[in-house]
């Protein structure tokens, strides 16, 4: 193995190990959910996109749409029945029951866009280069919302003034694996479809750590106020 492809391999196999991390990362915030018994201001959009954009990677891994798939369809896998997982605990412990009613319709939606783009794969297309084109465009697009979705909750945290509910490993986690895929897609030849869909995917996570920044580390306001007071009185 030249040291081009080997070092393609490499970056690939970290990116699944990463992929892997990404699907795990929720898991302190679900922890916490399950102790309190409460989603508290926890939003359940990360995984509805997840859920959506896993599905859409293990139709695209099936051999009939893109053969020798393996890694795909096994990390994918693994990344639902988490997503679902997920899902789940948090429509148990929400205590807001529109995000209960956000979950079920958001799903339903998702199985019928999913059983569209299924059919229409099936019964319009009829070669695999075509076919992983088409199905390649959707997971980007839905891959970019996925990325994107953490910032669901930056209204709540501009008007809390407190990044107490952005998911920290979630974001960490979405930044490593979008510049490790983003790198991955420029080794050897161009990939267009993993480097836009992890490229665009990669603003989006630049936002949310300096979000989460600006919010975390900022000064305490009554600190602030009582050292004021000091030098004032001295």
């Known amino acids: 193995m030249q040291g081009i492809d080997l070092g393609r391999f490499i970056v690939g196999i970290i990116g699944n190990i990463l992929s892997g991390l990404l699907f795990v990362s929720p898991v302190p915030i679900f922890s916490r959910i399950c102790n309190n018994k409460s989603t508290e201001e926890f939003p359940p959009y990360p995984y509805l996109a997840g859920v959506m954009n896993c599905m859409l990677w293990i139709f695209y891994g099936l051999p009939y749409v893109h053969p020798d798939s393996t890694l795909l369809l096994t990390i994918y896998s693994f990344g639902l029945f988490l997503e679902i997982t997920y899902l789940s605990v948090f429509f148990i412990y929400s205590s807001k029951n529109k995000y209960r009613w956000i979950i079920f319709i958001c799903l339903f939606v998702e199985l019928v866009v999913l059983g569209v783009i299924v059919a229409f794969t099936i019964l319009s297309i009829h070669t695999y280069e075509k076919r992983s084109m088409f199905v390649g465009i959707v997971c ?30 979630l974001i960490v986690a979405g930044f490593a694996n979008g510049i490790t895929w983003f790198t991955y897609a420029f080794l050897k030849t161009v990939d267009l479809y993993i480097a836009v869909g992890n490229g665009i995917g990669l603003l989006f996570c630049l936002i949310q750590p300096l979000v989460f ?11 602030a106020a009582s050292e004021d007071a000091v030098s004032s009185n001295s």
């Open 140 to 169: 980007n697009i839905f891959g970019i919302i996925m990325y994107a979705s953490p910032l669901s909750n930056l209204f709540n945290v501009i008007k809390t003034k407190s990044a107490e509910f952005m998911p920290f490993w």
């Open 213 to 223: 920044a600006c919010y975390t580390f900022k000064p305490n306001s009554s600190a």
